[in-house]
Structures are given as structure tokens and as C-alpha cells.
């Protein structure tokens, strides 16, 4: 047993390496504003924001933009409570969702698409809020570089306590893995919150069409799409300027949920690296689940179990430092507490992300 404990420590530690050589591949983009050009349209799906969306819009009303080059389309699924759009310089456009599949949140945007009235569709999330320099900086690299897709950096906007650093350090993770990603030129994951493309392009792939009978992917489906069909076109955003941030659950159980309706489209991913990648992850968590009952029954020395975990640990940590420092100025907390939990959390979120369903906005899938 313990060489293929060993093994699988071993695939993981050269696995997470590779990410973060990919990671140190992606350089912070700092090149100068040009003077702004490109027009687009932000779209924000929601279902019951009313809290959380004028806080989205007073961090757009100050973004450092021209509000002639951009406007903003809410589009409503079935909220319970109808939202009164606040009065702002920029053009805002409110409009009900079209059901034609079982993915809210794609047949929002596939609703949105067409009334942007812009090239460039920019995609965020009602408990969001943006940089003021967010447009800038994506308008400043789309004159620079030959795109039609730009994926961007997430992180949470966190309060003093365990679940809300637990929840920023497995963001972390999943940020700096994609970063890495495309930085071995494996791109696979992106955020929704933080996306943009072409209309042109949308149209091109064709939407979501092929995986709108999965309720989640609305951002990582297209992101494969386009990079199976125009690689070349598909771009990092690496700059701490257009950083948005957004809003940790406040439970366990929504944690939980979150992270299953996430894990549940591993399976159909597109990308074989992104898929492996899951295995890989999975299977390093899974094994000192088993590496902890082995060594506490005496199957294997509790010594061997330590040194798999401890090269674990030291791998993730390069991996989450490395991120941290671009994503957050603040220090990191409960690393070592996180890393403990961290094995048993993951492996009930990917097995239950097989065997059961999830509740999303009131409904379950």
C-alpha cells in the first residue's frame, strides 16, 4: 500500500510543481493605459440581489471609463423580490430571463447576448464588486494583443473567521491553478465573475450549446470551446487592477453546495488536461484519507503518512503563497488548520459531486 501511497504523492507533488512553473510563466500585465477605444456590455445575471446589487453598481458607476463605451444589462431570473434600478450615468438595461435549458445561468447570458448593443460581452456577478480600473485595463490589453476571449482573477472579500479563510484559501488554489494552466499553455478554468468575449466569437462556438443540460459551466464550457477551436485568441489577464471581488458564503452547507455545483462539471470537461488534473487532485487528497486509516491501524508506519502529508503540504503552499501575493495584500490565515480539513472537505465535495445533487438559488440540481 504504501507504494502506491507513494506514487500518488509523487504524480501530485510534480503535477502542482508543473502549475506553478506555468504560474511564474503568466507576467503581471503593467503596460501603460492607451486612450479608450473598445465598447462593452456588462452583463450580470441574478435571482434575489437586492442587497447585493447597488453595491455591484456603485463600484461600476466608479469605474475610471468613459460611460459612453459601456453599459450594463441585468438580467432577472425569476427574482422574488423585483429590483428598482437606481439612477447612474451609464446606460443599465433590465430584462427577464429566457428558460431553455436547465442552466440558469446560461440561458441568462444566452438572453443577454444578443441585446448587448457592444462587441465585447463582459460577464460579473451580483455580489461582486469591480476595480475601477477594470474596463481600463481589459480595454489597454485588447489594443495591445490579438483576443477575443480574456479570463481575470477572483478573490473574496473576507471577514476575520475560519469558513471565510478556509473558503479564500481553496479560491486561491483553484486561481493559481489557473493561472498556471494557461501559463503551460493547458488553459482550462476560468471565472465567471471575471470573463469576457466577443460577441462574434459567442456566436462562432455557438454558445453552450453541448453541455446546457449541466446546470453550472456557464464560464469554463465556452473557455474550452474557444481554446479547442482558437487557442490563440484565448488570454490571461494577469493584473492586479482588474481583480474582482466577491462574497464567501457564511455556512458550511452553502460552502458545500457551492463547491459540489463546481465539481460537477469536471466530468464534462472538454479539456483532457483539465480532467486529469481533477484525478490527480482528488486522488492526493484521497490518499491521506487512506494514509491517516492505515497508519492508525499500523498497516503502514504513521511515519510514512507524515512525510506524504508534509510533501503535500509544502507543494500546495508554494502554489498558494505564490497566488496569495498577487491576489490579496493581506497576510494568510489557517494554512496549516486548512490543510488538515482540507482532504476530508474535498473528497466528500468530488463524490458527492457524483452520487448526489445540489441546491443553487432556492432550486436543486
Request: proline share 4%.
Amino acid at each position: 500500500m504504501i507504494f502506491v501511497l507513494l506514487g500518488i504523492a509523487i504524480v501530485y507533488v510534480l503535477t502542482i510543481s508543473w502549475l506553478i512553473y506555468g504560474y511564474t510563466k503568466v507576467s503581471l500585465y503593467n503596460k501603460k493605459e492607451v486612450a479608450p477605444k473598445t465598447t462593452f456590455s456588462i452583463l450580470v445575471p441574478f435571482r434575489n440581489e437586492a442587497e447585493n446589487l447597488p453595491i455591484l453598481l456603485e463600484s461600476i458607476a466608479k469605474l475610471k471609463y468613459p460611460t459612453d463605451l459601456f453599459e450594463v444589462l441585468l438580467i432577472d431570473d425569476a427574482s422574488e423580490e423585483k429590483f428598482q434600478i437606481p439612477n447612474f450615468k451609464f446606460q443599465i438595461t433590465l430584462t427577464n430571463i429566457i428558460r431553455q435549458s436547465n442552466s440558469p445561468k446560461k440561458d441568462a447570458i444566452t438572453t443577454g447576448v444578443p441585446l448587448a448593443n457592444n462587441e465585447w460581452i463582459v460577464t460579473t456577478d451580483a455580489d461582486c464588486i469591480v476595480p475601477e480600473n477594470w474596463l481600463l485595463k481589459m480595454d489597454a490589453f485588447i489594443q495591445n494583443h490579438t483576443v477575443e476571449m480574456i479570463a481575470g482573477a477572483v478573490t473574496y472579500e473576507c471577514k476575520p473567521s475560519f469558513l471565510h479563510h478556509f473558503q479564500q484559501l481553496d479560491l486561491t488554489s483553484l486561481q493559481g491553478a489557473t493561472i498556471g494552466s494557461f501559463g503551460i499553455n493547458k488553459g482550462f478554468m476560468c471565472n465567471g465573475a471575471n470573463f469576457a468575449y466577443t460577441k462574434s466569437l459567442f456566436q462562432k462556438l455557438n454558445g453552450f450549446a453541448g453541455n446546457d443540460k449541466i446546470a453550472s459551466g456557464d464560464d469554463v464550457f465556452l473557455l474550452q470551446k474557444a481554446i479547442a477551436q482558437c487557442p490563440e485568441k484565448v488570454h490571461y489577464l494577469k493584473s492586479k487592477d482588474t481583480i474582482v471581488r466577491t462574497q464567501p458564503t457564511d455556512s458550511w452547507k452553502a460552502l458545500f453546495h457551492q463547491r459540489v455545483r463546481w465539481a460537477s462539471k469536471t466530468s464534462s470537461y472538454q479539456s483532457r488536461f483539465g480532467i486529469g488534473l481533477g484525478l490527480v487532485v482528488f486522488a492526493g487528497n484521497l490518499s491521506l484519507i487512506l494514509g491517516l486509516v492505515a497508519g492508525f491501524w499500523g498497516w503502514i508506519p504513521f511515519l510514512y503518512f507524515a512525510m506524504l502529508w508534509l510533501a503535500k503540504f509544502i507543494v500546495d503552499s508554494v502554489l498558494l503563497y505564490t497566488t496569495h501575493r498577487f491576489l490579496r495584500p493581506s497576510k494568510m490565515r489557517y494554512v496549516l488548520a486548512s490543510s488538515l480539513l482540507y482532504p476530508f472537505f474535498s473528497t466528500s465535495v468530488a463524490l458527492y459531486a457524483v452520487f448526489g445533487s445540489y441546491e443553487w438559488k432556492g432550486r436543486r440540481f
